[in-house]
């Protein structure tokens, strides 16, 4: 990322710093050239801190390090979004990040599994449950689904509502398996239910 152009704002390039996994917007920070470089070299969200006139590693005293996942440069060439796997709270008043709010997952985890699931399909590591899924072809992937959606109903009429959660996320996850098998991601889905809504 040589190709940052660091003039716009006398050295520094706003970092916007978002987490992998969530995709929920954690802080933002500036990054000078050194900040970049310590930062690519360590694998940890080093800015460039205005008001101290100095390097900053983001949990340097906290011990609540944004561990970089990876970095893409904006169009203009003078702005970074970073993700991150961050360890602990964001904030330095304590809370998950800087805006106040929740850095819990929501739908985007979907994408996050997604990934997971098509890693495991990739690699296929022995001991794992998903690999054992995917070696034992479409025809058990697809009974999984099956059941796993029989138990929700059940848990649905007659059991409670932990265990209800409990089924139907057994059930997303072996969906998700299944379409992976098939050359196919949970997104397709998401586009096809918004192709049929309506307003």
């Known amino acids: 990322m040589a190709d940052l152009d660091f003039n716009k704002l006398n050295g520094l390039v706003p970092a916007i710093i978002q987490d992998a996994r969530t995709k929920n917007v954690l802080m933002l920070g500036f990054m000078n050239e050194e900040a970049y470089d310590k930062t690519v070299k360590t694998g940890k969200v080093t800015f460039f801190s205005r ?3 100095r390097l900053w590693t983001k949990g340097e005293e906290s011990g609540h390090f944004l561990n970089v996942v990876s970095m893409q440069v904006d169009c203009d060439r003078d702005t970074l979004l970073v993700l991150v796997n961050p360890v602990g709270p964001t904030c ?5 990040t800087c805006f106040g709010t929740s850095n819990d997952a929501g739908v985007e985890f979907l994408h996050y599994l997604q990934e997971f699931i098509i ?21 058990r992937m697809a009974q999984k689904v099956g059941e796993e959606a029989v138990e929700t109903v059940i848990e ?6 932990d265990r209800l959660i409990y089924e139907a996320s057994d059930l997303i996850y072996h969906l998700i398996v299944l379409l992976t098998s098939k050359g196919h991601r949970i997104e397709e889905l998401a586009e096809e239910l918004a192709k049929r809504h309506k307003e």
Do not use: C, I
Request: hydrophobic residues 15%.
């Open 51 to 53: 008001t101290k006139n």
């Open 156 to 161: 649905a009429t007659n059991g409670t509502d």
């Open 92 to 96: 330095h008043k304590g809370t998950d």
């Open 119 to 139: 890693k495991r399909h990739d690699e296929m590591p022995e001991g794992s449950y998903t690999t054992s899924l995917f070696k034992k072809g479409v025809n």
